[in-house]
């Protein structure tokens, strides 16, 4: 249906014809109806039509009438969109199931969640935190466990302790034996540096005895210096001692009395 409106663009006054707008609703009219989807079926092919060619696009439409009629249109082949949107769709599918490994993944990460939190309201449980609403069943099977991990916490503790008593043990061993072996070594040490020094130092100790004390003759003094010193080698059947002391002690000529000992001290 056509009218006719008055339009005041531009400030001049212009009619012009306007088409009235239909309802978009079921046409009653049988012949209406078919009239109105012929035309409009070929539009619509046109400008699907005008739409391939324009964007360079794949463009196919189905369509069946109110008999049951086949109308149909590519910019292609028909069967080609077909195989395509087929495909598509498919991998759509895919896309949206996930796969059996990705769902026993999940699955799995769900298990180790729940045992995660499980291990973690456990070590809450045992630092005596969240029990007030255990029951006696779980108190005592809680007790128990801690009867238990106190019982290997110590077994523990006393071999590591024991392992280390042992260790000092040994090395206290090692550092008696080594202080023998040293004390052996100086012993040897000092034996073989101090032999002569002790020799010397009783010498002079029978040299002290034998010096001559108030009231004692030469003669007694003589006698304990022949028995505390080795005589010489024999010489013409006597023998001479003398012991010189300071710097004034000489021996007699041998043509005197071989049996006449004297000592001069100086």
Not at 140 to 149: P, V
Not at 189 to 217: F, W, Y
Request: charged share 30%.
């Amino acid at each position: 249906m056509e009218y006719w409106e008055y339009s005041t663009a531009g400030g001049v006054g212009v009619k012009k014809m306007a088409r009235e707008r239909i309802k978009i609703k079921k046409i009653d009219n049988v012949t209406a109806r078919q009239v109105t989807f012929s035309k409009r079926r070929k539009g619509l092919f046109k400008k699907a039509e005008e739409l391939a060619v324009l964007c360079d696009v794949d463009v196919a439409l189905i369509m069946f009438s109110a008999t049951g009629k086949l109308f149909q249109f590519a910019s292609s082949s028909m069967n080609t969109i077909l195989a395509k949107y087929t495909l598509h769709s498919s991998n759509i599918e895919k896309l949206d199931q996930p796969s059996l490994e990705l769902q026993l993944e999940d699955s799995t990460s769900v298990k180790l969640r729940e045992e995660i939190s499980e291990r973690t309201n456990e070590l809450r449980r045992m630092r005596g935190e969240d029990i007030q609403g255990l029951k006696i069943e779980d108190l005592q099977q809680l007790e128990k466990l801690l009867q238990e991990g106190l019982g290997r916490v110590i077994g523990t503790k006393s071999e590591r302790v024991m392992n280390e008593i042992t260790s000092l043990q040994r090395k206290g061993d090692q550092l008696i034996e080594e202080n023998q072996k040293l004390k052996q070594k100086m012993e040897m040490i000092n034996s073989k540096g101090k032999g002569p020094v002790v020799d010397v130092a009783m010498g002079l100790e029978n040299l002290n005895d034998a010096l001559p004390e108030e009231g004692q003759s030469s003669e007694s003094v003589t006698n304990v210096c022949n028995s505390n010193t080795s005589a010489p080698p024999p010489e013409e059947d006597c023998s001479d001692t003398s012991l010189k002391l300071g710097s004034s002690t000489s021996a007699r000529p041998p043509e005197e009395d071989c049996s006449d000992t004297s000592l001069k001290l100086g």
